[in-house]
């Protein structure tokens, strides 16, 4: 088993809608959680980042984190076609030395003018 | 403020060549990490640095290496190249280890 599963989608919405990305998790020494968007050819960009289970939202992003199901969401309202891109979900433990980052493969969005 | 440079942006090898690859991370920030991202296989972490020193290592073979100079900023080295290397190779980096790591925009290794 992953350590971290998303689906790769792709995901085409019109533009306006709700999207639901999602993301689970099976180490539980994981205990920050963040978004990436990365445009093609481009280094990922750091959306959100989120320390407890809850929510935190952030303009038209909105982040859910739930440390029991080992489940995490990102939910993008009033999509825009500028946020066709790939979104990646990350993952890292608390302390000591491991800061690496342990992604998701990335679920790829098109929003559809 | 500059976010992460890296350097080249393209680079062309053949089998069994080397290739280095060069990172400057956001002024102040002390923490540079290398990922690589190839095509599939998603974003995996290789390497990181902090204060200089290799602090903790990915599941890549020896032939990866890096250094952290004292301005902090990386090197990345790759010998005997496979085709298998071809990636897009990111580096990113944090205020101190263990903080919220922003991401240069890479560089893509193609490997003939």
């Known amino acids: 088993q992953k350590e971290v599963e998303q689906d790769p989608g792709p995901l085409s919405v019109p533009e306006g809608a709700i999207v639901s990305l999602n993301c689970t998790y099976s180490n539980s020494a994981f205990q920050y959680f963040m978004w990436y968007r990365q445009y093609s050819r481009k280094g990922p960009e750091l959306l959100m980042y989120?320390?407890?289970?809850g929510n935190k939202e952030d303009g038209r992003f909105t982040a859910q984190v739930d440390k029991s199901s080992k489940y995490i969401s990102l939910f993008i309202r009033d999509s825009q076609p500028s946020d066709s891109a790939t979104y990646l979900c990350?993952?890292?433990?608390?302390?000591?030395?491991?800061?690496?980052?342990?992604f998701g493969k990335g679920t790829l969005l098109t929003v559809n003018p | 403020e500059a976010g992460v440079t890296q350097s080249p942006t393209h680079l062309i090898k053949t089998r069994g060549q080397q290739a280095t690859l060069r990172c400057s991370p956001i002024s102040g920030h002390t923490s540079v990490y290398w990922y690589q991202q190839a095509l599939g296989l998603g974003l995996q972490f290789l390497l990181w640095?902090?204060?200089?020193?290799?602090?903790n290592r990915g599941n890549f073979p020896p032939r990866f290496s890096g250094r952290q100079f004292p301005n902090y900023s990386s090197e990345l080295n790759v010998n005997a190249l496979e085709l298998e290397d071809s990636a897009l190779y990111l580096c990113?980096?944090?205020?101190?280890?263990?903080?919220?790591?922003?991401f240069g925009p890479g560089t893509r290794l193609t490997v003939l």
């Open positions: 990113a980096s944090s205020l101190e280890a263990g903080a919220v790591q922003f």
């Open positions: 640095y902090d204060e200089g020193e290799e602090r």
């Open positions: 990350a993952m890292k433990e608390s302390g000591g030395s491991n800061y690496k980052l342990t």
């Open positions: 989120t320390y407890s289970s």
